[in-house]
C-alpha cells in the first residue's frame, strides 16, 4: 500500500506539472497540444546536465542544475509554439502535433550522436543517470520521497495565486476570454500569450525530467513520455482548467498509472490474472471514460485556439 500511494503521488505530480503549464497556456488563448514534445526536450535537457555533471557534484546543486536545465530547454522548445501561433497565426493543432513528433525524433539523433561520439559502438538512445538519480530520492522509513513533490507543491500553490490574486494573472485570463476587450483597456495580448506559453514550457519541461527519473535510472529517448502529455491534457480538462481541480484529477489519474507499477504487491489484483498491458492502459482508458462524460460539461476559455488580429473587433 506504501508503494502504492508513493507512485500515486509522484505520477500525480508529473501531470499536475504538466497539466498547469497547459492551463497557462491556453488561458492566455493558446492551445499547447505540444506538451508531450515540451516534457521530451525538457527530459533531455535534464538528463544531459547529469550526465555531463561530474560525480563529485553535491546533491543540491546536482538538483538545482538539472531543474534548470530542463526548464530552459523546454521554455526554449516553447518558443517554437509562440512563435508559430502568436506571429505567423498558424492552426495550433498542427503545430503542437509537429512539436511532439519533432521532439521525439530530436532527442533520439542528439542522444545517439552523443553515444556514438562517446563509444563508436554505442547507437542507442539511452542516457543512464544511476548515481545522479539518488541526489533527487531521500527513502524516509520505507517511502521513497522525490524533490519533484515539493516542487509540484510550490507549483500548485504559486499557480494558484498567480491566476487569481495577481494582475498579471487576471489579465491573462482575460486575454483568452476576449482578446479585444484586452486590448482596448491596455492589455498587450501578444505579451501575455508569449508569457503563457513560456510558462507551459518552463513547467512542461520540468515534468519531462520528473519522468524519466520516476523509478528508472536511464532512459530511451526514442520512446518519448509515453503519451503522458496527453494525459496531461485530459487532466487539464477534467480539472476545468483550474489549479484545485487539476490536482484532484491528477491524483485519480496517477492512481490508475501506478497500478501498472504495483499491482503485483495486492494478491486479490494477481488472482484476477489480468495481463500486465491492462493496467498499463489504464489511465488512458479512464481518460477517455471520464471526458466522454465530462467533456460537454467543460468550459474552455472563449478564445482558445483563436489568432488574435490586432486589427479585428
Not at 542507442?124 to 527513502?139: D, G, H, M, R
Request: proline share 3%; hydrophobic share 55%; with cysteine.
Amino acid at each position: 500500500m506504501l508503494l502504492l500511494i508513493q507512485y500515486t503521488i509522484l505520477f500525480a505530480s508529473i501531470l499536475i506539472l504538466v497539466a498547469l503549464g497547459g492551463c497557462f497556456s491556453e488561458h492566455s488563448g493558446v492551445i499547447n497540444l505540444g506538451l508531450e514534445g515540451i516534457m521530451v526536450i525538457g527530459a533531455l535537457g535534464g538528463a544531459l546536465m547529469m550526465h555531463y555533471l561530474p560525480g563529485s557534484t553535491s546533491a543540491f546543486l546536482m538538483v538545482l542544475l538539472v531543474v534548470l536545465a530542463s526548464i530552459t530547454a523546454g521554455a526554449l522548445y516553447s518558443v517554437l509554439l509562440a512563435v508559430a501561433a502568436i506571429h505567423f497565426k498558424a492552426d495550433q493543432t498542427i503545430v503542437g502535433t509537429a512539436m511532439n513528433m519533432l521532439g521525439t525524433a530530436a532527442a533520439t539523433v542528439i542522444v545517439k550522436a552523443i553515444n556514438t561520439a562517446e563509444n563508436p559502438d554505442d547507437v542507442s538512445a539511452t542516457l543512464q543517470y544511476v548515481e545522479e538519480k539518488a541526489a533527487f530520492v531521500k527513502n524516509i522509513k520505507g517511502f521513497e520521497f522525490n524533490w519533484f513533490m515539493v516542487l509540484t507543491v510550490v507549483a500548485l500553490i504559486l499557480s494558484y495565486i498567480v491566476l487569481y490574486k495577481t494582475k498579471f494573472g487576471l489579465r491573462l485570463m482575460a486575454c483568452g476570454e476576449h482578446p479585444q476587450a484586452a486590448d482596448s483597456v491596455g492589455i498587450n495580448v501578444y505579451k501575455m500569450r508569449w508569457a503563457g506559453v513560456l510558462i507551459s514550457g518552463v513547467l512542461g519541461g520540468l515534468g519531462g525530467i520528473a519522468y524519466i527519473t520516476a523509478g528508472v535510472s536511464a532512459w530511451k529517448f526514442e520512446y518519448g513520455v509515453a503519451g503522458f502529455g496527453f494525459l496531461a491534457l485530459a487532466v487539464m480538462i477534467f480539472g476545468q482548467w483550474k489549479p484545485t481541480r487539476i490536482a484532484l484529477a491528477a491524483l485519480l489519474f496517477g492512481l490508475f498509472r501506478a497500478l501498472s507499477n504495483v499491482y503485483f504487491g495486492f494478491d486479490f489484483l494477481v488472482r484476477l490474472n489480468i495481463p500486465s498491458g491492462v493496467y498499463n492502459m489504464l489511465p488512458y482508458i479512464i481518460s477517455l471514460v471520464v471526458l466522454a462524460f465530462t467533456s460537454k460539461h467543460s468550459r474552455a476559455p472563449k478564445s482558445e485556439g483563436i489568432p488574435y488580429d490586432k486589427g479585428s473587433r
